[in-house]
């Protein structure tokens, strides 16, 4: 089993930044892309980044949010400027794992809540 943990999101006026951080740990032989979504309420759950050996964005984040990942931790990042309230959603984080039995699946992380405020 893999588990993603996700961290960084918060409270923040419109403008601001923040970074949010997700930890892949578990069974994992290689991860190949990683990425991010978010869903806000009553919207469906929509990519905003992916990263594996190129990165993809949603063109609503494009020049104002940055995906990068440190493959030794197993660990995707995503460092949020400018920041706009329409940017508020729950966050999360999305691995597509390769387990030592050559076996892949998806996870997902728990969710993290970035509210911007106007």
């Known amino acids: 089993q893999v588990q993603l943990v996700e961290s960084g999101g918060g409270l923040v006026q419109a403008g601001g930044s923040l970074r949010l951080s997700c930890a892949a740990s578990?069974?994992?032989?290689?991860?190949?892309?990683m990425a991010w979504y978010r869903q806000a309420p009553g919207k469906q759950r929509e990519l905003v980044a992916s990263?594996?050996?190129?990165?993809n964005y949603a063109d609503s984040v494009k020049g104002r949010f940055t995906i990068s990942r440190d493959n030794a931790k197993n660990t995707v990042y995503l460092q949020m400027n400018s920041l706009k309230p329409e940017d508020t959603a729950v966050y999360y984080c999305?691995?597509?794992?390769?387990?030592?039995?050559?076996?892949?699946?998806?996870?997902w992380g728990q969710g993290t809540q970035v509210t911007v405020s106007s």
């Open positions: 990263i594996s050996s190129s990165t």
């Open positions: 999305n691995a597509q794992v390769l387990h030592y039995d050559y076996t892949r699946r998806d996870y």
């Open positions: 578990g069974s994992i032989r290689s991860i190949n892309a």
